[in-house]
């Protein structure tokens, strides 16, 4: 990857606490649904019939969402994606990338049609050719700091388009509130 006019990239990261959060609520929850499928099978519980089916099949489905979410718990996770600020800037995360000059509109959301999109945000970039990208953030990524890094390193390198679709997805109280949490921290 070679970086024009030796600028060094901005770096979007996640935070632990989020992290950890995931990991306890896909591979504890899903540890300790197989805890409770063991404590029917053995009939240590008057309730083995419903400990039975209910443990065999949450330990399944948490573990298939730490599964998805695996990403998150390796290198990959800790920076979701960098931005290289400038006219000819661009924004990238792993193999994905895309400059800045034709984003045609960024949102953080669900994505419908994927399986991933049921369980957590990715960042969603509209692009000038009508591309979609997506990158994952797998719910470590505070919206407050996508919101952050969008203001202070995107917005003032968009064209106009990309600036009011932006602009227009919040109420002016809002955008307000937020810029001034902002410049707080800056």
Not at 137 to 153: C, G, M, R, W
Request: zero cysteines; proline letters at 4%; hydrophobic letters at 45%.
């Amino acid at each position: 990857m070679t970086i024009r006019n030796n600028k060094l990239p901005i770096e979007v990261k996640s935070k632990m606490f989020f992290r950890v959060w995931l990991f306890l609520g896909s591979f504890g929850l899903g540890a300790a649904s197989l805890w409770m499928f063991y404590m029917g099978i053995t009939f240590q519980t008057k309730f083995y019939l419903l400990a039975i089916p209910a443990g065999l099949l949450f330990s399944f489905f948490f573990f298939v969402l730490f599964l998805i979410a695996f990403p998150a718990f390796t290198k990959r996770g800790s920076v979701i994606f960098s931005i290289i600020e400038g006219e000819d800037g661009r924004l990238f995360s792993g193999k994905k990338s895309v400059n800045i000059k034709d984003i045609k509109s960024i949102k953080m959301g669900r994505h419908r049609y994927s399986p991933k999109g049921i369980f957590f945000m990715d960042v969603l970039i509209q692009t000038r050719a009508n591309g979609l990208v997506r990158i994952p953030t797998y719910n470590i990524l505070p919206e407050p700091e996508f919101y952050k890094a969008v203001e202070l390193h995107l917005l003032q390198y968009m064209t106009e388009e990309a600036r009011a679709d932006w602009i227009g997805q919040f109420t002016e109280a809002q955008r307000k509130a937020y810029l001034n949490t902002f410049h707080k921290d800056i």
